[in-house]
Structure formats: structure tokens, C-alpha cells
């Protein structure tokens, strides 16, 4: 079987790597097709589904390895402290060139911390390597040293409401996403340091309310996003021997592992915690799930992200300049847009998800929140896809804005290295869809063997689910596909 996955995988790549593409979703390249589009999506789309039945087949029930722990040669360096100190110094630095600094996005520290270190970055960063967000953060570290404040005084904190789980974060993640995508004065440094300014008083006082360590796990979307990320990534935190209670209510004190809770690895000893290696993907089934609205928080963030590419094509741009209704024009459309392609992609999901309920609970809810975390590795390889060459290229700017927040010729000028052959660009976005989808599929059969014994009833299960990331695939390879082609 494993032979068999091999070669599924190989078919996956040849048939992605025959229409010769180049860039993707957010770059400076054009690249001319030697194929015809539909041959380059219905090769993708095929790829995918004819590797999902190997790909599930090769897998089982057994547990994933994972290394031995290698926490005790970092503890005594203290990088937690060190790179929080760094973060808040550049945040303040930004800060105040965002307020009082240049009103050009290239030119502001605040608007390339914001929008192309921080959330492209960040986003990056937890997929690819882990939960680094949580240790570096400013906002989580005043945020837990209000709660020992507020602790000491005896100030009682509320009861969350279990039945929001991460709702509020579905909320700000749409929120946030509009602001960047359609807004038109998203990129406006001043209003984007009274954002900031504003969304971290607020989450102060949430985190005040219910506590540091429930908000941050339900609340605090870019917490919550460094989370559902990392549970693609190799780095696992873990602790062992730790009989306290879980402050974020996420583990169980009977557990006798609890994996990637930053709460209960904060609060355990430092003999207790442990940090180690484990295989891509292997987060999405082996920690806790999601809980209320995880799925829609995972679906909304990859439908964003291929609405960001939508916004490239020839569809989408001669739609927008076919109309003209004034003042507030493209962001109207942009709204109506992005409200379309979450909708589509969160209906879409929960129509498979009930589908799937025939074979297994009948339960669409609890279909949907059991295989929810399945399309973490979708999510995350579309996100690095779209973003790494953006994220590259504009980045290298960050360096001289953050030396000379206020423009006043600090820096010498310097050249940035934006000449990556489209080639090199295209072959990685191709295996970063292929690995991402793959991933998908297994740790979806082994959600589905929890349910049925045989394999085979198994793959019967999951099919919808398969479809579906089939589907998935389509839609993100078109926009890939004529964002490129100017089709």
C-alpha cells in the first residue's frame, strides 16, 4: 500500500506538472499556458481523486511517531521572553510610524507589520513549523499578566458560554478579512493604528471577563488562527505528570498527554513539559476538536483566502468595470463577492457533511465538527500558496521601514531580490497543493476508521468528503489557473 500511495502521488504531481504554469494567486509574474485551462483543472481535479483511494487505504488506525523531547536544550535560553520583548518593541516602533509616519503602504512599518510580516508571516510560520504566536505575542503576555493582576485582588472572572465556542473569532476573521480585501481604507496606517489600538483594549477586556486563558482559546483570533494552523505543523508541545486543571477548559486533568494547550504547558513545571517532532498533519486528528464553530472557522478562512485570488482574475475585474454605481463601488461588490464565495464554500461543506451523516451518526453537527479539522491542511497549503511570494518579495521592504519609521533618510537605500524564476514558484505551489490535499484525505479515513471497522466501509464514508476537497481543488486551481492566464 504504501507503493501504491507512492505512485498515487507521483500520478498527483505528473498531472499537475503537464500544463506548464508558473505564479500564483498574489505575484509580479505572467506566464503564458501551453494547455488549454480545462485541461490543467480536470488534471488537478483528477489527481486528487484518484489518489484518495490509495492514500486512504495505505493508512491505519496505528499512532503516528513522533521524536523524543528536546525541550530541556531551549529552556534555559528563555526565547519566549526574548523574542516577546522583540515583538513589542516592534510593534511600538510601528505604531507610532502608523501615526505618525508616511500614509504609503510601502513606506509605513505599521501597514508591512500588519499586513504582509504579521498575518502573512504568522500564518506561515505556525503551518509550516508551530504554534510560535502564543510565546511571542505582546497581547497574550499583557493579557496574562492582567489576569495575575486582577487574580491577586480577587476579581472573579464569568462563565463563557460553551455553546459560542470560536464564533467570535469566525466573526472577527470575516471582519478582519474585509478589512484587508475590500475596505477600501484598510491600508490607511493611521486607521489601521486605531484598529489595532481599539481590537487590543478589547480583547484586555474580554480577557478580563473570562479569563486570559479561556478568551485567548476562543476569542483572540490570531491565538486561535496560530492554533488551528499549528495542528498542521511538526512541532508538538506536550505535558506529561501535570494533574492541574486546564484554564482554557480544553483538556482533561485525566489526560495523560495533553497536547498543544499552551495553557496547561505554561502552568505545568518546567520537568513537566515537553517539546518534539511528529509527521505534517498529524496535529489535525490527534488533538482535541475544534468545538462549536471550528469548522466554519476553518472553511471561512480558506474562502477568503481563494477570494483574494478571485479578485485577480479577468472574471472578476471585468465584472467589476462592467458597473458603475459611484462612490463606494468596488467595495460594495468586493462585500457582496466575498459574502458569495464564504457562503458557497460554508454550504457546500455542511451539504457534504449531511450526506455523510447517512453512513455514521445521522448528526450533521457532530459529521461536521469530526471531520472539520480534515481541512486544516487544505486551508494551510492554500495560505502559504497564495501568500509565500508576496510575503518574500514585499517583505524585504519591512527591514529599512522599521530602522526609519518616520521617513527621515536613516536608512541608505538598498535593492530587493525579487527575480525567483516562475518556474521554481509554480513547482512549489503545485506540491504544496498536492501534499496539502493528500494529508487531507488521509487523516480524513482515519476520522472515518474511528466510526467503522473495515477500511473499506471506511473510504465509503469519507467518499462525500473526498468529493468535496475534489471540488475544493477545482475551484482553487481556476482561480490559480486564470489569475495567471488572464483567462
Not at 476553518?298 to 467589476?320: C, E, I, K, P, Q
Request: proline content about 5%.
Amino acid at each position: 500500500m504504501r507503493r501504491l500511495l507512492l505512485l498515487a502521488g507521483a500520478f498527483a504531481a505528473a498531472a499537475l506538472l503537464a500544463p506548464e504554469l508558473a505564479s500564483a494567486h498574489v505575484s509580479l509574474y505572467d506566464y503564458k499556458f501551453p494547455l488549454p485551462l480545462w485541461v490543467f483543472l480536470t488534471g488537478g481535479a483528477l489527481a486528487v481523486a484518484l489518489s484518495a483511494p490509495a492514500a486512504a487505504f495505505a493508512v491505519g488506525k496505528r499512532r503516528e511517531r513522533t521524536s523524543r523531547s528536546f525541550y530541556r536544550y531551549f529552556a534555559p535560553l528563555h526565547l519566549g521572553a526574548i523574542f516577546t520583548a522583540f515583538a513589542t518593541l516592534l510593534l511600538l516602533d510601528a505604531l507610532a510610524g502608523g501615526l505618525f509616519g508616511s500614509e504609503l503602504f510601502t513606506a509605513n512599518p505599521l501597514t508591512m507589520l500588519v499586513w504582509v510580516d504579521f498575518w502573512v508571516g504568522l500564518g506561515i510560520a505556525c503551518a509550516l513549523v508551530g504554534n510560535l504566536w502564543d510565546f511571542v505575542s505582546p497581547l497574550n503576555a499583557t493579557g496574562r499578566a492582567l489576569e495575575r493582576l486582577l487574580a491577586r485582588r480577587d476579581v472573579a472572572v464569568r462563565r463563557y458560554p460553551e455553546r459560542l465556542g470560536v464564533w467570535p473569532s469566525v466573526v472577527l476573521l470575516l471582519g478582519w478579512s474585509w478589512t484587508e480585501l475590500v475596505w477600501s481604507r484598510g491600508d490607511r496606517p493611521r486607521d489601521l493604528a486605531w484598529i489595532l489600538i481599539v481590537y487590543f483594549l478589547a480583547q484586555l477586556v474580554a480577557m478580563s471577563v473570562f479569563g486570559a486563558e479561556l478568551w485567548l482559546a476562543r476569542g483572540e483570533l490570531f491565538t486561535v488562527l496560530a492554533r488551528t494552523f499549528a495542528r498542521f505543523a511538526p512541532l508538538e508541545l506536550f505535558v506529561g505528570g501535570f494533574d492541574g486543571d486546564c484554564r482554557a477548559r480544553r483538556c482533561r486533568a485525566d489526560d495523560p498527554e495533553r497536547l498543544n494547550c499552551p495553557s496547561c504547558w505554561l502552568d505545568a513545571a518546567q520537568d513537566q513539559r515537553g517539546l518534539r517532532l511528529r509527521p505534517y498533519g498529524a496535529g489535525v486528528r490527534r488533538e482535541p476538536g475544534l468545538g462549536p464553530g471550528g469548522g466554519a472557522l476553518v472553511v471561512a478562512l480558506l474562502a477568503t483566502v481563494v477570494y483574494d485570488g478571485f479578485r485577480s482574475t479577468n472574471a472578476y475585474v471585468s465584472f467589476h468595470d462592467s458597473i458603475d454605481w459611484g462612490a463606494g463601488t468596488a467595495e460594495s461588490i468586493g462585500s457582496v463577492t466575498m459574502l458569495i464565495v464564504v457562503s458557497g464554500f460554508a454550504l457546500a461543506y455542511i451539504a457534504i457533511c449531511a450526506v455523510a451523516s447517512l453512513r455514521e451518526e445521522r448528526s450533521i453537527v457532530r459529521t461536521a465538527q469530526r471531520y472539520a479539522p480534515t481541512l486544516i491542511p487544505i486551508a494551510a497549503v492554500y495560505f502559504i500558496a497564495h501568500y509565500f511570494v508576496y510575503w518574500f518579495q514585499v517583505g524585504q521592504i519591512s527591514l529599512g521601514n522599521f530602522a526609519d519609521p518616520f521617513e527621515r533618510e536613516w536608512v541608505p537605500d538598498y535593492n530587493v531580490w525579487v527575480t525567483i524564476p516562475p518556474g521554481v514558484i509554480w513547482a512549489v505551489q503545485v506540491a504544496l497543493i498536492v501534499w496539502g490535499h493528500v494529508v487531507a484525505v488521509i487523516e480524513a479515513h482515519r476520522v472515518s476508521l474511528d466510526m467503522h471497522r473495515r477500511a473499506g466501509a471506511a473510504f465509503l464514508a469519507q467518499t462525500p468528503l473526498v468529493l468535496l476537497m475534489v471540488a475544493y481543488t477545482f475551484a482553487g486551481l481556476w482561480v490559480l489557473g486564470t489569475s495567471l492566464s488572464g483567462g
